[in-house]
């Protein structure tokens, strides 16, 4: 039977390929059958052994190590989270992750209504989508430069308004600041949102606001009274979504600032590298504490979530 | 109803065409620029002849390749499996998929390198930044496969493979993956993105990736950055458009490590 099936098989197949002395053809009984079953059950083990090794293990290590003292067990390095330094480095960060998520939601949301309208020439909304998918994977070290190059203190723009007589840094801006990395951020935080939310803005039948027009209801109270209201989970969804993106960005605030501004990720980079004197378990306390952030933001959003798909067929 | 963009809608995309646009724009001149009032292409030529552009480059590209054949290693044949035969196991490595999210790339190798001090061979080498890498790549790994999967009629295919008596690798190798293309190649292009621009764990260890070149060569010749940020952004461009290409809209396709 097995034999004869694999010529079967041949015959489909253009190029033949031996197949291995040991591979057992499952459904041929005794010990075969066995190794056929155990196979598959191998792999699983394999990928959970890997998570389990390289993703978990890790992370408990950190967590116990900021648990953990000379003497045992002991909360100072939670507690020592709320020092002047390490308290600003976290509200820096939920700051930041909070003004560059709503940028990221009004104006992302704002562009998506405004491609999706019936009225948009099509060759815009492709383009706006392609652009999108692009500019919400191109962060990190390339798109601080960029924007060094752009509205840094010998940037393009900045250089540009000074021949004008407008001096943006003596007027207290700077990209290095909370507000020039929320600016900064915007790049691919506008383009996240509006793939996040097209879905959500497509799933809202034409009908629904015909019906309020048909009563006569305005704008603003379509929005107000039907539109926002089944949009508001989609919304908040994005919002967290949008907040952990921000929260746990390295790359970009670390070329852009060279590591000299208080955010998590940098005080946590800083100790690892040696940049501070600092015990390891300030460091794994920090990332726990950042952990324990994404965790409660994630789990938020996913109660969300499932409320937002059910607009969604 | 009106059938024209209101003027507030043609704000918005005139806004955000300026905002996106302007960076770039200014980008590219900038790596033009040769001091006083000079232009051309010197920052190009002089990349193209620093030994450290093409080894990172390579190096990077040789990393997403390792980390994609990982990723399709691990996730593909218990994927398959869990989907036909296990699929109380399905919430587990739903879970696990969405793990990433949740732990910070900082954090993780804070954990990596607190856990693993040895063995030399493996920790001394870029080769060790695979590892991490399959984690970033794993939510969309995951996701592209199992939409893969479950537009797929998996039992009649492997039901009928089997009938025909073939095992294990040839039904997933001759008839399972050739059915997933459109799905696997969207993934490998995400993942080849996300470490090609891959900073944190790299910059942490010490390993020369590309985005780490970029970094270092921002710190003095900024024209050559300038060149380098723009190159990464076509890099970007390319693949995107891959993944456009040959998957329609798929939402796994989001984010990537910033």
């Known amino acids: ?313 | 109803m009106n059938k024209r963009l209101s003027l507030f809608n043609w704000g918005i995309i005139a806004l955000a065409a300026l905002f996106f646009f302007v960076p770039l724009a200014v980008t590219g001149v900038f790596s033009l620029w040769q001091g006083g009032s000079r232009y051309g292409f010197s920052a190009y030529f002089l990349l193209l002849n620093t030994s450290g552009f093409w080894a990172s480059l390579w190096l990077s590209f040789r990393l997403a390749v390792e980390t994609i054949l990982l990723s399709f290693f691990l996730l593909v044949p218990s994927m398959i499996f869990v989907h036909l035969k296990a699929q109380w196991l399905k919430p587990l490595f739903e879970f696990i998929s969405n793990l990433p999210f949740v732990i910070p790339a900082i954090a993780l190798i804070d954990g990596l390198t607190t856990l693993y001090t040895g063995p030399a061979w493996l920790i001394s080498t870029p080769n060790y930044l695979v590892i991490p890498y399959v984690f970033l790549a794993l939510p969309y790994a995951y996701r592209s496969i199992d939409v893969g999967l479950t537009t797929l009629d998996v039992k009649t295919l492997t039901e009928a493979g089997q009938s025909l008596g073939a095992g294990w690798g040839r039904i997933i190798f001759w008839v399972l993956l050739p059915n997933m293309k459109a799905a696997l190649i969207g993934a490998t292009l995400l993942t080849l993105t996300i470490v090609m621009g891959e900073f944190t764990f790299a910059s942490v260890l010490l390993f020369h990736t590309f985005a780490v070149f970029i970094n270092d060569t921002g710190q003095n010749a900024i024209t050559e950055a300038a060149a380098l940020s723009l190159f990464s952004f076509l890099i970007t461009w390319l693949f995107m458009l891959g993944v456009l290409i040959t998957g329609r809209r798929n939402p796994a396709n989001l984010g990537g490590a910033h």
Not at chain 1, 13 to 37: C, K, L, N, R, Y
Not at chain 1, 62 to 83: I, K, P, W
């Open chain 1, 1 to 313: 039977m097995a034999a004869n099936g694999e010529n079967l098989n041949a015959g489909v197949d253009i190029t033949e390929v031996s197949t291995p002395a040991g591979q057992v053809p499952a459904g041929t009984g005794g010990i075969g059958t066995f190794i056929g079953h155990l196979i598959p059950w191998f792999f699983v083990v394999l990928f959970l052994s890997y998570v389990v090794a390289f993703l978990v293990a890790p992370t408990s290590v950190l967590v116990v190590q900021a648990f953990t003292g000379d003497h045992g067990f002991t909360l100072s390095y939670m507690e020592g989270l709320a020092d002047y330094q390490y308290a600003l480095a976290f509200e820096n960060s939920i700051i930041l992750s909070l003004a560059s998520a709503a940028v990221g939601l009004v104006f992302g949301g704002l562009l998506a209504y405004a491609i999706l309208q019936p009225g948009a020439p099509k060759f815009l909304r492709s383009m706006v989508t392609s652009f999108s998918a692009v500019a919400a994977n191109f962060a990190g070290v390339p798109l601080a430069f960029a924007f060094i190059s752009t509205l840094g203190t010998l940037g393009f723009v900045t250089v540009f308004f000074k021949h004008l007589g407008i001096d943006i840094y003596s007027m207290g801006f700077s990209l290095y600041s909370l507000t020039g990395l929320t600016i900064t951020y915007a790049y691919f935080q506008v383009p996240l949102m509006l793939i996040i939310i097209t879905p959500a803005l497509e799933a809202m039948r034409a009908q629904w606001r015909e019906a309020a027009d048909g009563m006569g209801a305005t704008s603003w109270q379509y929005w107000r009274l039907v539109g926002l209201p089944i949009l508001f989970p989609s919304l908040l969804a994005a919002f967290l979504l949008l907040f952990g993106n921000s929260f746990s960005a390295f790359a970009t605030p670390y070329a852009l600032s060279d590591g000299n501004i208080a955010l998590v990720p940098i005080d946590i980079s800083n100790v690892l590298s040696g940049n501070v004197m600092s015990d390891p378990q300030v460091g794994a306390a920090l990332s726990t504490g950042m952990i324990l952030v994404m965790a409660v933001v994630l789990v938020i959003y996913s109660f969300v979530a499932r409320r937002a798909a059910r607009w969604r067929k």
